[in-house]
């Protein structure tokens, strides 16, 4: 089992649809949560954290289930520029400040 | 504000060829440092981590180095290059505290894109 799973994707969509990722995770004991986005040929930028209450930034929703080892990621009202790959991190434990990636999800929102 | 810097954006080297690739980080001391690998449609493969100068841990065999000259200093050494080589290279950086589970993350540089040939 890979140490961080998500949504293989592709996910197509029209503007101003509503999608959902999922990432599940398989240690238990990590500690911190992120969303990074990567654009095409470009470096990972950070998206957003992931906090056990839930989080939102406009647009973007984020939820942690720690006793199911999941998080999520909702983007609401999808803009042509959300395309991208939706990367989900996870800071295990005692790992020396090593985050583990995802493959990513990519998404493609259309006019 | 912290940057990160790295060069060249793209390289172009023959199989066989040394390979030298360098990340700068400004406004922040005594980071953690990393290197990342991604192959074409891949995910991030982590390949070395640093905590302090003189300390790289390696996260897979290879025919890659890494060094940590300075402070603030991370490079990516290789005296042959393969042609399974190629990627996007990407360096990283993290605060200090960040070793201890802090809630901060890891920024990343504009990466190398390599292609051996």
């Known amino acids: 089992r890979k140490e961080v799973e998500q949504d293989p994707g592709p996910f197509n969509v029209p503007e101003g649809a509503t999608v959902a990722f999922n990432c599940t995770y398989s240690?238990?004991?990590?500690?911190?949560f992120f969303w990074y986005r990567q654009d095409c040929r470009k470096e990972p930028k950070l998206l957003m954290s992931?906090?056990?209450s839930g989080n939102e930034d406009g647009r973007f929703t984020a939820q942690l289930n720690r006793a199911s080892q999941y998080i999520s990621l909702l983007i609401r009202d999808s803009k042509l520029s959300d395309s991208a790959t939706y990367l989900c991190?996870?800071?295990?434990?005692?790992?020396?400040?090593?985050?583990?990636f995802g493959q990513g999800t990519e998404l493609s929102v259309k006019p | 504000s912290q940057t990160i810097h790295q060069w060249p954006a793209t390289l172009v080297q023959p199989v066989g060829s040394p390979l030298s690739l360098e990340c700068t980080v400004e406004?922040?001391?005594?980071?953690?440092l990393y290197w990342y690998r991604q192959a074409a449609g891949r995910g991030l493969q982590l390949l070395f981590y640093?905590?302090?100068?003189?300390?790289i841990s390696s996260e897979v065999p290879q025919n890659l180095s890494a060094s940590r000259p300075q402070d603030r200093q991370f490079i990516l050494s290789s005296k042959k290059l393969l042609l399974s080589d190629s990627g996007f290279y990407l360096c990283?950086?993290?605060?200090?505290?960040?070793?201890?589970?802090?809630?901060?993350?890891?920024?990343f540089g504009p990466g190398t894109r390599l292609t051996v040939l």
């Open positions: 240690n238990s004991a990590s500690q911190s």
């Open positions: 990283a950086w993290s605060p200090a505290f960040f070793r201890e589970g802090g809630t901060d993350t890891q920024y």
């Open positions: 991190v996870v800071n295990p434990a005692n790992q020396g400040g090593k985050l583990i």
């Open positions: 992931v906090y056990s």
């Open positions: 406004g922040t001391s005594n980071p953690n």
């Open positions: 640093s905590v302090g100068i003189g300390q």
